[in-house]
């Protein structure tokens, strides 16, 4: 697990918790940062701060301090499956 300010730009993250004030996690929420959201790092100010982010469909910028506070872990691959659930579908398939 990670914050959303490691990502570098073109990287994705699975949004796992918002560390921040009620107020500021009601705000993040409403505009698409909820758990589970994908979210990709964008585009960087030239400075560094803040960056842009996009998710569910909309481009957010935060400012370094704010995307600290932000979980996320590793997306999964696309086709990547749990062994045990192959194993369960054919033993499934079986009977």
Known sequence: MSVLSELNVGESGVLVALDLPESVQNHLMHMGFVPDALVTA?????????????????????????????????PEAAGETNPEDEITELVEAAR
């Open 42 to 74: 964008l585009r960087r100010a030239p400075a560094g701060d803040p960056t842009v982010y996009g998710v569910d469909g909309m481009e957010i910028a935060l400012r370094h301090e704010t995307a600290t506070a932000i979980r996320v872990k590793p």
